[in-house]
């Protein structure tokens, strides 16, 4: 019998990381989910976020990771912690452009 993959990116949102140990067990997830063949870690090669500072000085931000889920295709940006200030999962399109307020 095969077993289907499925997802759950649909019902999944961004999340604020605000501790260390949440940090560690959504990195596990992660882990956890590349070995199930759900995602896939993506190298970071272009920024997800571009904006001029009105003084023609451009600024690039890159997320930490990507990960794409195998089964939908949704791209997801993992943000560490760098505490204090804190760490961000969120859903990037599928170009990786990132489409949330800046904070």
């Given at each position: 019998?095969v077993?289907?993959?499925?997802?759950?990116?649909?019902?999944?949102?961004?999340?604020?990381?605000?501790?260390y140990?949440?940090?560690?067990?959504?990195k596990?997830?992660?882990?956890?989910?590349?070995?199930?063949?759900?995602y896939e870690?993506?190298?970071?090669?272009k920024?997800i976020?571009?904006?001029?500072?009105?003084k023609?000085?451009?600024?690039?931000?890159?997320?930490?990771?990507?990960y794409?889920?195998s089964?939908?295709?949704?791209?997801?940006?993992?943000?560490?912690?760098?505490?204090p200030?804190?760490?961000?999962?969120?859903?990037?399109?599928n170009?990786?452009?990132?489409?949330?307020a800046?904070?």
């Amino acid at each position: 019998m095969v077993e289907k993959i499925s997802c759950k990116c649909s019902d999944r949102y961004e999340i604020d990381i605000d501790s260390y140990s949440l940090y560690e067990e959504l990195k596990k997830f992660f882990e956890t989910e590349i070995l199930k063949g759900i995602y896939e870690d993506i190298p970071v090669l272009k920024p997800i976020l571009l904006f001029d500072d009105f003084k023609n000085v451009v600024t690039q931000w890159y997320p930490d990771k990507w990960y794409k889920c195998s089964v939908c295709g949704q791209l997801w940006a993992f943000e560490y912690p760098d505490f204090p200030a804190f760490g961000r999962i969120y859903k990037l399109d599928n170009n990786g452009i990132w489409h949330g307020a800046c904070r």
